[in-house]
């Protein structure tokens, strides 16, 4: 079946450094999705990428879709300790399917 | 947060005993889903619902049944709960007026049952 995999597992980063975590698909996606989820809550949706190349900004966050829509990064300039947490990307065929996620600590 | 409220919040059981838990949403959506999330595995569907009685099996459906009598409410049952079954349970839906347009969902505060 259709298979998400995300890399890395977990990053530690110092305040300020950047963060980059990478997700990959077995097969051809119609879009892909990204969530964050802070320690001890729930995934809140993030932003949606649907065409091929597609590279969208929020604020420090950096997301791209790859051109043949299998492969996304998400990327942070200049972590602050309210990034914290894990992210998560989904690809859709129908349903979601996510990732396992990357978890994100940030020292201060 | 969508609308969206899981209850119980927190559970604790023992192995062979029933256990439902609930989503409850107020603005109508059509579709609903259960996820489950574990160390490792991140969030893995269980079974979903696009409206009244209509429903369908997930990634891991063993060990698991659901129902949709309203539209506002979407059970997760065990019928007969295991250790394996130790997890956070996430409902989530999609938007009414945005299914066919987009897939993102929206999910609820979750569900943390323990089986012992």
């Known amino acids: 079946g259709q298979q998400v995999m995300q890399i890395p597992q977990y990053q530690h980063v110092q305040e300020g450094e950047d963060f980059t975590t990478y997700c990959n698909s077995s097969?051809?996606?119609?879009?892909i999705q990204w969530y964050k989820q802070r320690p001890g809550g729930h995934p809140v949706f993030l932003i949606q990428?649907?065409?091929?190349?597609e590279v969208k900004k929020q604020k420090r966050l950096t997301f791209q879709f790859g051109e043949a829509k299998k492969n996304s990064s998400l990327h942070i300039t200049a972590t602050q300790t309210t990034d914290v947490g894990t992210y998560f990307c989904?690809?859709?065929?129908?349903?979601?399917?996510f990732g396992k996620g990357t978890k994100l600590s940030v020292k201060p | 947060d969508a609308g969206i409220t899981q209850s119980p919040r927190h559970k604790v059981t023992e192995t062979g005993t029933p256990v439902t838990l609930r989503c409850h949403q107020t603005?109508?959506?059509?579709?609903m889903y259960w996820y489950r999330q574990d160390p490792g595995h991140g969030l893995r569907l269980i079974h979903y619902?696009?409206?009244?009685?209509?429903?369908d099996k997930g990634e891991v459906s063993d060990g698991y049944s659901v129902s949709r009598s309203k539209t506002e409410d979407f059970l997760l049952t065990l019928e007969s709960a295991t250790s394996s079954q130790t997890s956070v349970y996430f409902c989530?839906?999609?938007?009414?007026?945005?299914?066919?347009?987009?897939?993102?969902?929206?999910f609820g505060p979750g569900t943390r049952l323990t089986v012992l």
């Open positions: 989904a690809g859709s065929q129908g349903n979601l399917i």
């Open positions: 097969t051809t996606l119609s879009n």
């Open positions: 990428l649907v065409k091929s190349g």
């Open positions: 603005e109508n959506h059509r579709y």
């Open positions: 619902s696009y409206g009244v009685k209509d429903t």
């Open positions: 989530a839906i999609l938007p009414a007026g945005l299914a066919g347009l987009t897939d993102t969902q929206y």
